[in-house]
Nanobody
Framework: QVQLVESGGGLVQPGSSLRLSCGVS????????IGWFRQAPGKEREAVAC????????KYPDSVKGRFTIFKGNANKTVHLQINGLAPDDTALYFC?????????????????????WGRGTQVTVAS
């Protein structure tokens, strides 16, 4: 059974850092890209990072490039999202998602349609 569980969110001050984690269960770990998305109240869900199954490809939108880093943990099927320099505009519910098995091992993308499995999200709130 496929399951994705996010953790690591919280209430932080501007300028702080957070490391979000996405625990992945099921065989999908062996062939899926992992993406991180976020959704703020009243806004559409947007991609903030993705990593291909073979870890050779990582992508970020210009809005977060240089502040967000996606990487796989050394054990336990986990993908992390390191966020530095948090600002109030980063306040959102952050989701991780696993891509379809039909994708190539070096694929990762920013379209919601490219991801078949989703976690329930972890809330990040940035306020002073």
């Amino acid at each position: 059974q496929v399951q994705l569980v996010e953790s690591g969110g919280g209430l932080v001050q501007p300028g702080s850092s957070l490391r979000l984690s996405c625990g992945v269960s099921g065989a999908i770990w062996d062939y899926s890209a992992i993406g991180w998305f976020r959704q703020a109240p009243g806004k559409e869900r947007e991609a903030v990072a993705c990593i291909s199954n073979n870890s050779r490809v990582r992508k970020y939108p210009d809005s977060v490039k240089g502040r967000f880093t996606i990487f796989k943990g050394n054990a336990n099927k986990t993908v992390h999202l390191q966020i530095n320099g948090l600002a109030p505009d980063d306040t959102a519910l952050y989701f991780c998602a696993a891509g379809s098995a039909l994708r190539a091992s070096d694929w990762c993308g920013d379209s919601i349609d490219g991801y078949a499995y989703w976690g329930r999200g972890t809330q990040v709130t940035v306020a002073s």
